[in-house]
């Protein structure tokens, strides 16, 4: 079993900077995601990361602004957040998957979610 804990989320103004992290415990040889929901939409599948780090998705609309990344040895995952825009407003989560892909994949494994608030 895995479990997966986020935490980074705050309170920021527009163009301000965060970095999101998950902690993973158990297994770690996933392909790893960061998801949001805003109220009233869909989950947005953000950013994805292979387990050696060497592939990464981003969604187009934090293309150039977010990096997504990771560390095994701490377990961790980070999702580093610049040039923030009131409609990043979400609740961000991190996921899982036993799939090799990093994208149209099904994920195994979901956090709790940090919130991200960006004021204009």
């Known amino acids: 079993q895995v479990q997966l804990v986020e935490s980074g989320g705050g309170l920021v103004q527009a163009g301000g900077s965060l970095r999101l992290s998950c902690a993973t415990s158990g297994r770690t040889r996933y392909v790893m995601g960061w998801f949001r929901q805003a109220p009233g939409k869909e989950r947005e599948y953000v950013a994805g990361?292979?387990?050696?780090?060497?592939?990464?998705y981003y969604a187009d609309s934090v293309k150039g602004r977010f990096t997504i990344s990771r560390d095994n040895a701490k377990n961790t995952v980070y999702l580093q957040m610049n040039s923030l825009k009131p409609e990043d407003t979400a609740v961000y989560y991190c996921?899982?998957?036993?799939?090799?892909?990093?994208?149209?994949?099904?994920?195994?494994?979901w956090g709790q979610g940090t919130q991200v608030t960006v004021s204009s």
């Open positions: 996921a899982a998957t036993t799939s090799m892909s990093i994208t149209n994949v099904s994920w195994d494994y």
């Open positions: 990361v292979s387990w050696s780090g060497a592939r990464t």
